[in-house]
């Protein structure tokens, strides 16, 4: 009925830190990281560091494209209404009582798996660049 109004939520509140993460990265006198990588056809390139405003974006996209994606079935469904009370469950206050525990269960849900996905994909990209900085630090030689 409305369990995409959760994820919603979550999105509109990284949406607001990630505007802010970003202005605070731009007056930020830290430089952004690069590392020089060599390839294996022996060119060298430099890659940067991704700064956390973009991984945070991640998030943003993957909660916004979800919501959307649910609002749209619902209103496929006649659950959202161009009329007051826009909701079909927020019609009655049974329906209401009913709605609030999709939200409060399925929304919560959907929301937290959203959220840890994201983190997987934090995970894997700290190993990736930890990788390529492993990757481009010179070996010693012991003889």
Do not use: Y
């Not at 990588?37 to 060119?43: G, H, I, K, W």
């Not at 959202?80 to 849900?109: K, Y």
């Amino acid at each position: 009925m409305a369990c995409f109004l959760v994820p919603a939520a979550e999105a509109v509140i990284t949406t607001i830190t990630t505007k802010i993460i970003e202005k605070k990265e731009k007056s930020s006198p830290r430089k952004a990281e690069t590392v020089q990588v060599q390839l294996d056809d022996e060119t060298v390139t430099t890659a940067k560091r991704l700064p956390f405003s973009a991984k945070m974006k991640w998030l943003n996209h993957l909660l916004w494209g979800g919501s959307g994606l649910l609002a749209f079935e619902h209103l496929w469904h006649g659950e959202i209404t161009p009329w007051f009370p826009f909701l079909t469950g927020a019609a009655t206050p049974e329906s209401t009582t009913e709605m609030l525990n999709e939200m409060s269960t399925v929304g919560v849900t959907m929301a937290v798996l959203v959220t840890l996905i994201w983190g997987g994909m934090l995970g894997i990209s700290a190993l990736i660049e930890k990788k390529a900085v492993a990757d481009t630090e010179p070996e010693e030689k012991t003889e």
